[in-house]
């Protein structure tokens, strides 16, 4: 499988191992993410095409990257626990348990 996460400033890591996934999620607590100029953070799986977006709002945002005229879906009450989660099944290619999810299509 081949994924990068990126975070709110631009770093991107290829293929980041579970400690430093949870360490980027980790950062969604931080101050400072509130005033950067992006406040969330993504996984990318380049396999399938899909990505993750992680918010400090608890808010998760699921696109296809393949499919560009379609608007993310997204949860909210997210936990960092259940974040972590999403991003390990994303990481291993896991579609199905992420397609699983209860995922709202957003209308604007």
């Given at each position: 499988?081949?994924?990068?996460?990126?975070?709110n400033?631009?770093?991107?890591?290829?293929?980041?191992?579970?400690s430093?996934?949870?360490?980027?999620?980790?950062?969604?607590?931080?101050?400072?993410?509130?005033?950067?100029?992006?406040?969330?953070?993504?996984?990318?799986?380049?396999?399938?095409?899909?990505?993750?977006?992680?918010?400090?709002?608890?808010?998760?945002?699921?696109?296809?990257?393949?499919?560009?005229?379609?608007?993310?879906?997204?949860?909210?009450?997210?936990?960092?626990?259940?974040?972590?989660k999403?991003?390990?099944?994303?990481?291993?290619?896991?579609?199905d348990?992420?397609?699983?999810?209860?995922?709202?299509?957003?209308?604007?």
């Amino acid at each position: 499988m081949l994924y990068h996460s990126t975070d709110n400033v631009g770093i991107t890591i290829i293929n980041p191992t579970k400690s430093q996934m949870r360490a980027l999620i980790g950062r969604l607590d931080e101050p400072e993410i509130n005033i950067s100029e992006y406040q969330d953070i993504i996984l990318t799986n380049h396999t399938c095409g899909w990505s993750i977006s992680l918010f400090p709002s608890g808010i998760a945002a699921l696109e296809n990257l393949e499919e560009e005229d379609k608007k993310p879906s997204t949860i909210s009450g997210v936990t960092r626990n259940e974040a972590f989660k999403m991003w390990h099944e994303l990481s291993i290619g896991a579609t199905d348990a992420i397609l699983a999810r209860d995922w709202k299509i957003q209308n604007h």
